[in-house]
């Protein structure tokens, strides 16, 4: 199971969020040396699969995103890293969560 949670819903309220916009944020895992986000479809998943073409597949009821061992260098990011994914500016953004931002 997934530790992701949907947490836009109250973040933004002076922000007019359109339909299908979605911040979450969770933790890299890893998996055979590969990292990877693993987001329920259900919590958000489903509505970023068209903008992650490249590095995203749904694996079971998951929405699947490669964190490549280059964007994992150039982020300093590694296994257990807590990462926010969202579309809220109309392009798949991912950044290291900071829940003091």
């Keep these: 199971m997934s530790s992701f ?3 836009v819903r109250g ?3 002076k922000r007019k ?6 911040s ?7 998996e ?3 990292l990877f986000l693993r987001i329920p479809l259900a919590v958000g998943g489903k509505e970023l699969i068209g903008y992650t073409k490249g590095i995203g597949r749904v ?5 699947k995103i490669e964190v490549m061992p280059w ?4 982020l300093g990011v590694s296994e257990g890293t807590v990462m926010r994914v969202d579309n809220l500016t ?4 991912m950044q290291r969560y900071d829940e003091n931002a």
């Design 5 to 7: 949670v949907e947490i």
């Design 11 to 13: 973040i933004f309220p």
């Design 17 to 22: 969020m359109r339909p299908g916009s979605v």
């Design 24 to 30: 979450i944020h969770g933790p890299i895992e890893k």
């Design 32 to 34: 055979e040396d590969e």
């Design 59 to 63: 694996d079971g009821d998951f929405l």
């Design 71 to 74: 964007m994992a260098e150039k």
């Design 90 to 93: 109309g392009e798949f953004r």
